[in-house]
Nanobody, 124 residues
Framework: QVQLVESGGGLVQAGGSLRLSCAVS????????MGWFRQAPGKEREFVAT????????YYAEAVKGRFTISRDNSKNTVYLRMNSLKPEDTAVYYC?????????????????WGQGTQVTVSS
């Protein structure tokens, strides 16, 4: 059974940093491209970043490029999202999931398994 458990969110002031983690079980983690997505209140879930199975390739949304860094540790079945220079518009629930390729920006559909997410709130 697939499980995605996101953690590391919180309340931070603008300009601050957070590191999110997503622990994965139920699949051979190292075989999959992984992505981070986020959903702000009243908005659709949107793409944030992806990382290839070995960490060699990454891809970012323009809104976070240069501020966020995605990484993974296949020995721990975990994908991370380091977020620096946070802005109020980064406020959202953040989710990880499996994606088809590094350049996939469409989130998996609502019928896919999603974890509970982790809330990030950035105050101005």
């Amino acid at each position: 059974q697939v499980q995605l458990v996101e953690s590391g969110g919180g309340l931070v002031q603008a300009g601050g940093s957070l590191r999110l983690s997503c622990a994965v079980s139920g699949r051979i983690f190292s075989s999959y491209v992984m992505g981070w997505f986020r959903q702000a209140p009243g908005k659709e879930r949107e793409f944030v970043a992806t990382i290839s199975w070995n960490g060699g390739s990454t891809y970012y949304a323009e809104a976070v490029k240069g501020r966020f860094t995605i990484s993974r540790d296949n020995s721990k079945n975990t994908v991370y999202l380091r977020m620096n220079s946070l802005k109020p518009e980064d406020t959202a629930v953040y989710y990880c999931n499996f994606v088809r390729s590094v350049v996939t920006t469409t989130p998996p559909g609502s019928n896919a398994y999603w974890g509970q997410g982790t809330q990030v709130t950035v105050s101005s």
